[in-house]
């Protein structure tokens, strides 16, 4: 299938109605955990600091390692996916 076949997803995977299922749940995982690294480091940065040092060098240590992690997720190819043939 080509990416002109009107059938099929378009250039990166999209439909006229938008993007394919499958890439929607990628985002929302990617979202959701580039969300939960910036509260980490709000949270570390603003209020935990203030309590325990060493509980916010941690917490900000964990943040950092969240988005290669979420990059991964981002990218990974799920069962039915064509866009990674491309």
Do not use: H
């Not at 040092?53 to 990974?76: K, L, S």
Request: proline share 10%; with cysteine.
């Amino acid at each position: 299938m080509s990416t002109n076949d009107p059938d099929g997803p378009g250039p990166g995977g999209a439909t006229p109605n938008g993007p394919v299922p499958s890439q929607r749940r990628r985002r929302k995982r990617y979202f959701v955990m580039m969300g939960v690294c910036l509260l980490l480091f709000l949270l570390a940065g603003t209020v935990v600091y203030r309590w325990s040092f060493p509980a916010a060098a941690g917490m900000t240590i964990v943040a950092m390692a969240i988005p290669p992690f979420a990059a991964i997720v981002a990218n990974r190819r799920e069962r039915g996916d064509r866009w990674w043939d491309e």
